[in-house]
């Protein structure tokens, strides 16, 4: 079993940065596959990013370039450094983990659920 607990949400304006970081415990961390996913009021969740165990990493088109995730297998956590965001990044983000790095990115859903940290970005 594995407990994801994320922090770092908060309100900023647009243009600014944030940093999401997810703590992970039980399970085997360095194993999993990782993500961060989004839902913004009326909307359905979607995939933001995910990494792979061997760190290959993926972004859904609307954050390329702007957002950046990275994995700390000593510390067990992954994080998501946020920057130039926009109001359409506003949304309660949730850190995923699964077995497969598939699973997360072609099927867009996982094993494990954090209980999600709000975003809030204004304009």
């Known amino acids: 079993q594995v407990q994801l607990v994320e922090s770092g949400g908060g309100l900023v304006q647009a243009g600014g940065s944030l940093r999401l970081s997810c703590a992970a415990s039980?399970?085997?961390?360095?194993?999993?596959?990782l993500g961060w996913f989004r839902q913004a009021p009326g909307k359905q969740r979607e995939l933001v990013a995910a990494?792979?165990?061997?760190?290959?990493?993926i972004y859904t088109s609307s954050v390329k370039g702007r957002f950046t995730i990275s994995r700390d297998n000593g510390k067990s956590t992954v994080d998501l450094q946020m920057d130039t965001l926009k109001p359409e990044d506003t949304g309660i983000y949730y850190c995923?983990?699964?077995?497969?790095?598939?699973?997360?990115?072609?099927?867009?859903?996982?094993?494990?659920w954090g209980q999600g940290t709000q975003v809030t970005i204004s304009s």
């Open positions: 039980g399970g085997t961390f360095s194993s999993s596959a």
């Open positions: 990494i792979s165990s061997g760190e290959t990493a």
């Open positions: 995923a983990a699964h077995p497969s790095f598939y699973t997360i990115v072609a099927q867009k859903t996982a094993d494990y």
